[in-house]
């Protein structure tokens, strides 16, 4: 994976993944062509889902009067 590659925000990368599956869904592609894409498609997929993982355990988590973070916990 390039540095390029990791320093695209997710959208850019969404739709480049977007891109590519078009290409591949044209049919118009080459089966070495249609390798490469299908292999840079799953680079993109991986670094979105790491995004998205990162994102998430973010979202779950609070900072607290002490300024440390800590799992978000709802209290009934």
Do not use: P, R
Request: aromatic residues 4%.
């Amino acid at each position: 994976m390039s540095k390029v590659e990791k320093e695209k925000k997710f959208e850019e990368n969404i739709q480049e993944l977007e891109k590519i599956i078009n290409e591949l869904e044209s049919g118009e592609v080459d089966l070495d062509a249609s390798i490469e894409k299908y292999t840079h498609a799953m680079k993109l997929v991986s670094l979105c889902d790491n995004k998205l993982k990162n994102v998430e355990e973010q979202v779950n988590k609070i900072l607290t009067e002490n300024n440390t973070l800590e799992d978000f916990q709802v209290s009934e």
